[in-house]
Nanobody, 125 residues
């Protein structure tokens, strides 16, 4: 399946964006799914996880209370609602299917070494 992220853009601090992720040929509800972000020169960072069942969500401390992960199974879409955006949220955002990994910060890590093109989020102060 091909992962496709969208919804990024340029906003001012305090603004909101909703990112979307879909995958052709890959039922997203067959997997736990995670949003990651990366800035040039830094390691990829896990942002939020939605369990396969959809009943559990996990967030990086830096986004707790501001970001919400969700999924629409009928549309095969994964979302990340981002509110109260800050300049430090500026990054390229990616989605990926993940599996349990106790050594990972959010407890999950990518199942496949495959990434979509990402969607850029830029927050200005």
């Amino acid at each position: 399946g091909q992962l496709v992220e969208s919804g990024g853009g340029s906003v001012q601090a305090g603004g909101s964006l909703r990112l979307s992720c879909t995958a052709s040929g890959l039922p997203l509800d067959d997997f736990a799914m995670e949003w990651f972000r990366q800035v040039p020169g830094k390691e990829r960072e896990g942002v939020s996880v939605l369990s396969r069942s959809g009943r559990n969500t996990y967030y990086a401390d830096s986004v707790k209370g501001r970001f919400t992960i969700s999924r629409d199974n009928a549309k095969n879409m994964l979302y990340l609602q981002m509110n109260d955006l800050r300049p430090e949220d500026t990054a390229m955002y990616y989605c990926a299917p993940v599996g349990i990994d106790p050594n990972s910060e959010l407890g999950y890590s990518p199942l496949f070494d495959y990434w979509g093109q990402g969607t850029q989020v830029t927050v200005s102060s």
